[in-house]
């Protein structure tokens, strides 16, 4: 992957313009990301992820994948013996208000580029309600959403849970011309995760993410993830020959 760039160019989008919207050249370019003490790349690290996304300089990332844990959800849900019957691994989880789910969006908001795009994991309570609630006070526009087949079985206190769905959101402005490079990626995406590869409760498909990786962003930019838990992330990152800057209160 290369070196971790030490110098800051702007960003911005190169003069030649794709023919069409399909086009497969991702024409708009991270700048030159400068290193910043205190963080480690490539790696797993314990730090606040607000603490992280404070100390990355504004509009230099391309990517960013949040995966927050919803609390209140669970709460409105009342499942009543979730951490006694079920959902242990969950429950003993450090738990998000949607406020401070907010804040982290924000956060990732400055420091994206401009036409910079927003991974935001939700579950089928906030697909249902909307997940427009959590974009107040930011720019980010929807454009695409990925439902993840699990092909397992998990939670539901009615019906029970076999996807997840992947929110894909964009700093203005919104284009995919000559930022999105990839075409072959289906809107139902499955993947098993076995138990070899499950490592954390909220693990999540790495297939799918490298793929996500290299639709918006070019070899040697730097993937950015500040609730990484079971660091899926990281590992798609190297996959795909991208760098990684990620923490987790948990380590």
Not at 11 to 24: H, I, Q, T, Y
Not at 27 to 48: E, H, N, S
Not at 72 to 100: C, F, H
């Amino acid at each position: 992957m290369g070196p971790i760039p030490q110098q800051t160019l702007k960003a911005g989008l190169d003069p030649r313009s794709p023919k069409n919207v399909f086009s497969s050249e991702r024409t708009i370019a991270q700048p030159v990301f400068v290193g910043t003490v205190g963080l480690k790349f490539d790696q797993p690290q314990r730090m606040d992820g607000l603490k992280l996304l404070s100390k990355i300089p504004q509009e230099t990332i391309p990517l960013v994948f949040f995966d927050p844990q919803y609390r209140g959800i669970l709460d409105k849900q009342k499942y009543g013996n979730e951490g006694v019957n079920r959902g242990k691994e969950r429950s003993q989880l450090p738990q998000m208000s949607t406020a401070l789910i907010m804040e982290f969006i924000n956060a990732v908001e400055g420091i994206l580029i401009p036409s910079g795009h927003l991974m935001l994991w939700i579950d089928k309570f906030i697909l249902c309600t909307g997940v427009g609630d959590l974009l107040q006070g930011s720019q980010f526009q929807v454009v695409d959403l990925i439902t993840w087949n699990k092909q397992r079985m998990g939670m539901g206190y009615r019906t029970r849970r076999f996807g997840e769905h992947l929110v894909i959101l964009q700093k203005p402005p919104v284009r995919a011309k000559g930022v999105w490079q990839l075409h072959d990626i289906p809107d139902v995406w499955s993947e098993r995760i076995d138990n070899g590869g499950r490592t954390h409760t909220h693990s999540k498909p790495i297939e799918l993410q490298r793929r996500l990786i290299e639709a918006v962003t070019n070899p040697g930019d730097i993937i950015v993830d500040p609730a990484a838990g079971g660091y899926s992330v990281l590992a798609a990152a190297r996959a795909a020959g991208r760098h990684f800057l990620g923490c987790d209160l948990m380590g």
